[in-house]
């Protein structure tokens, strides 16, 4: 079956995606919300902003993406050159947004307070 692709596109939050990006990954793969319809079902994509710890240094990384489990695959297998070799990784916070530039934003906004105080206080208050 071949599944009906909608997609919902904020030109505005592509716009300034692009134009506040400034170092990190580059994991998601679309840059909008998806409704994905299969046999009457259907669901949304959604996107991720996370925090990874390193079991090895105890560093973190932030960043985003529309598939945890594939991101942290590639993080785990040395795929991303600036986590390779300081694994194994584990997720420890993330947050849902509906898009991609979004989520972009949240990293970029937890990136930009430079704290480890600030990163240990979002996973204990997830918890």
Not at 50 to 56: A, I, M, T
Not at 58 to 82: C, I, P, Q, W
Request: hydrophobic letters at 35%; charged letters at 30%; a positive charge.
């Amino acid at each position: 079956m071949l599944a009906e692709v909608v997609e919902l596109v904020d030109t505005q939050d592509l716009k300034s995606c692009a134009l506040n990006r400034r170092a990190g990954s580059i994991p998601a793969f679309s840059t909008e919300t998806k409704a994905i319809r299969n046999d009457g079902f259907s669901f949304l994509v959604m996107f991720f902003t996370y925090v990874l710890l390193s079991e090895k240094s105890g560093k973190f990384y932030v960043g985003h993406t529309e598939d945890l489990t594939a991101r942290l695959d590639r993080h785990n297998n040395g795929f991303v050159v600036s986590t390779r070799n300081k694994g194994p990784w584990k997720i420890v916070y993330s947050e849902k947004f509906r898009t991609k530039a979004e989520a972009n934003r949240r990293e970029l906004e937890i990136k930009s307070k430079k704290s480890i105080k600030y990163i240990e206080t979002l996973i204990s208050n997830n918890s």
